[in-house]
């Protein structure tokens, strides 16, 4: 049985808050192709707490937050350095710097966790069920001092965001032409990458610091796939990234329960958390998801599939001479070469009452006359053009025609008529029915 | 500020700071440094005569190998932060398989169990990382630190549970996060041996096939070549030597074991033969010098020395390489820009005794040469006095040069030279006019900057492309040049 305490709220309002202020910056990362950057920024600021660490004696906020920044621009300056200098790709150049500053970081770490209550677990994953207990009175209100540091970064980002919002546009998305308009690429990089660095550091107690990769990118990159504009995007990663902490803690001390646990880390249900929110804009966002692709490409499909039905019996009409033959519905699929999607397009032209059931096969109503005479009418102009005019007599014209066919509406068959000398009959001198 | 001073010195510090006790000490942990080793203790390490130390010095060594040699060809795919990601993609498939395994009353803490749960997710994340890239408009970069965080999230919300299970002992599951190198078994050490081995075998095996793989994907598939299968055998590498790796030196670290090796050694060759061996070579020294000083020296994880001593590695070949190391492409712009100054100085001095006829072998014999001095060369070109100096004093030493220490001319053989600089200079600017429609006016930079490098080659190809007469003799300079400034003798 669940139980929400003010505890919890405080857990969720810390978490909500750092997950904010990453996804903000985040936005920027994915849209300039350096999400890994946040990745070695997070991995490599931990010599510059332990330095501040060491250096301080303290657990301090502002110490951590220095050291933090320091080691933020080093990364930037080495990994931008390394990739110049060194013909490494970019990549590569990263793994190099944060793996080292890691490596550097564990061991002065190991030196100062003697004097220092500091646990590199704690750093790498945080502690958010913790933070609750460590308070600040703000106005008369026990507030956790996480919240509060996580608060007030969230605000720094959101105001760097707003005063630089057309230059961070401009260099994220063209930066040569951000060169040319006298904005200084170069110096924002350096300064879009202090504010993560400084971001992770606020998001360290909560998160950790590995986890807050997933707060920077993961809520971005859903927001990515749902629009094409940056408010928008800035505005949804926000909402993804608080649903995310939300969701995070309630799933930390609910989905546990159901395989008879007590409770899991909520710093890493909300990495999860975030991955399931992706996963579900990944699927079903309107125009970039996987499945409305699938639905759309499958529309088209069916489309294509009852365009030849509707063909094939506008021809078998036209040989019978009667009006009304009718053909099977096996007749399709055979001449087709595709057995379902040919009946569900049947199905579906039977519901548009283009076509109609009789006793032993299908036949065209009034309305899909006309529909076929319109396709037949495309097919045989396309055919009529293309031999006529770009020289394809000799060659197949049939193929290229059947595949315009699908895409020529009512106006283009006119001008192609018109282009093609208003032939009569089609190159195997089958009449071109006329418009209906 | 010269940017390469900018990457050394805090690259030096750090690494200064991290191998210098007497820096921690001054930061207050005087009580806490570390401890130099005895002598007594040192030869008992170098000699490998504890059987802990031995096994752990081979296994790291080993391991250090086997990461160099697959890394190489990661790195060279341009995939070296795959391995970030698919070494954080394991974690919840070992805590998942503690988890299972301590569920069904067995022992958790099954090394292959727990081998075989990272290598499952590994490949998982991988998939995923091509899902994501293929069916999204996410770039790689996106796939990759999504793959890794949430993955990584998985694995930690799952080692909340393994750690909250009332049954089984999960207390050592963490060291596949940091590593635990120190109490490495000798069955461990058989494991990474067996995978050393493999990945040695393969590296030979597939040569060809990798290599091809790495340059020229696309190519490498039109000619037939199983490139899928190939990239899979690849990753597979990858996957076991990160998966084995884990436990030895934590899943941030083996990630410095796959990249840091192969893109140092990449600063001592052009061949990819080479580079293999000697990336594999560096991730040995790497295992060896790690271990061996984590084991010399107390409160020093081996997982963090071993990554700093590749890093070293690093540092020392990006500066000193033989083939792109800094200091040697530093001496090559070096020599070629004196070679440039060196060429441009015979040219202006044949240019400005050039006014009395074609050239100045054959003045007219009442036209008064110019005398040559530093002011008058320095007024025609933007070079500084020192460097003006320095030319003029090797020039001299050449035997180009004559000098009566105020006015400068040319010796024989430097007329010679000169010919031949000034020629190569004027047969350029005449094909830029003939064949590319260059104005008279501005040809003059333009071959300024590809003369130094016309080879013999070049100029014979040139001369067949030009009419004959410019090549009986010197062609004359096809724009003007500015008359000699100053008094003539």
Known sequence: MMEWTSFDTWIVVTGMLSAMACALLGNYLVLRRMSMMGDAISHAVLPGLAIAFIVTGSRGSLPMLVGAILIGIVTAFLVQGIFRLSGLDRGASMGVIFTTLFALGLILIRQAADHVDLDPSCVLYGAIELTPLDTYLVGGFEIPQAAVTNGAMLLFNLLFVVAFYKELKITSFDPALATTLGINADLLHYVLMTLVAATTIAAFESVGSILVIAMLIVPGAAAHLLTDRLGVMLGLSLVFAALAALLGHVGAITVPTWFGFRDTSTAGMMAVMTGVLFLLVFLFAPRYGVLSRVIQQARLALKIVGDDILGLLYRFQEMAATGTAPMHAGDFREALKQNWPVRMALWRLSRRRWVRRVENGFILTDEGLRQGRGIIRSHRLWESFLCGKMGYCETDVHTPAHHLEHFTDEKMQSRLEDAADRPGQDPHQRAIPPAS | ?489
């Open chain 2, 1 to 489: 500020m010269s940017p390469r001073l900018l990457i050394l010195t805090p690259l030096g510090l750090l690494l200064w700071g991290a191998f210098d006790p007497s820096w921690v000490a001054a930061a207050g942990l005087g009580e806490h440094t570390l401890a130099w080793p005895s002598s007594e203790e040192l030869l008992r390490v170098l000699t490998l005569r504890d059987y802990n130390t031995r096994v752990v010095i081979v296994g790291t060594t080993l391991l250090g190998l086997a990461a160099g040699l697959v890394g190489t060809f990661l790195l060279l795919r341009k995939r070296a932060l795959l391995s970030d990601t698919l070494s954080h993609a394991s974690l919840p498939g070992i805590a998942l398989a503690f988890i299972l395994l301590t569920a069904l009353g067995a022992e958790g803490k099954n090394l292959l169990a727990l081998i075989g749960g990272a290598a499952f997710f590994c490949i998982l994340g991988t998939g995923a990382v091509i899902v994501i890239q293929r069916y999204s408009r996410l770039k790689d970069d996106a796939a990759l630190g999504i793959v890794l965080s949430v993955f990584f999230g998985l694995g930690i919300a799952l080692m909340g549970i393994a750690t909250r299970m009332g049954s089984g002992n999960a207390a050592g599951l963490s060291s596949f996060i940091y590593g635990k190198t120190a109490s490495m078994l000798f069955a461990d050490a058989v494991l990474i041996a067996v995978v050393a081995l493999l990945a040695a075998i393969c590296a030979v095996l597939f040569f060809k096939e990798f290599a091809l793989l790495c340059f020229d994907a696309d190519y490498a598939a039109s000619q037939g070549w199983p490139v899928t299968g190939l990239d899979f055998l690849m990753m597979t590498l990858v996957v076991v030597v990160t998966v084995i790796g884990l436990q030895a030196v934590g899943l941030i670290l083996v990630v410095a074991l796959l990249i840091i090796p192969p893109a140092a050694a990449r600063f001592w060759t052009y061949s990819l033969k080479h580079m293999l061996w000697i990336s594999g070579l560096f991730g040995a020294l790497s295992g060896l010098f790690g271990a061996g000083i984590s084991a010399l020296m107390a409160n020093l994880p081996a997982g963090a020395v071993i990554v700093l001593t590749a890093s070293l590695l690093f540092g020392v070949s990006l500066v000193f390489g033989s083939t792109r190391g800094l200091a040697r492409r530093g001496v090559e712009r070096l020599r070629l820009s004196r070679r440039i100054r060196h060429e441009n100085l015979l040219r202006e001095i044949y240019e400005m005794m050039e006014v009395c006829g074609l050239s100045p072998e054959d003045a007219e014999l009442d036209c008064a040469l110019p005398q040559v001095t530093m002011d008058m060369l320095l007024s025609r070109r933007s070079w500084s006095h020192g460097q003006l100096r320095r030319a003029l004093a090797r020039g001299m030493a050449a035997g180009l040069l004559a000098s009566d220490g105020r006015n400068w001319e040319l010796t024989a053989a430097g007329l010679e030279e000169a010919r031949r600089i000034v020629r190569k200079h004027r047969l350029w600017e005449t094909y830029l006019i003939e064949h590319a429609d260059v104005a008279p006016g501005h040809v003059d930079w333009g071959a300024d900057e590809i003369e130094h490098v016309l080879d013999a080659d070049l100029v014979a190809a040139l001369e067949k492309r030009l009419p004959a007469e410019v090549l009986q003799q010197m062609p004359a300079s096809p724009h003007h040049i500015e008359p000699v400034q100053g008094e003539a003798a």
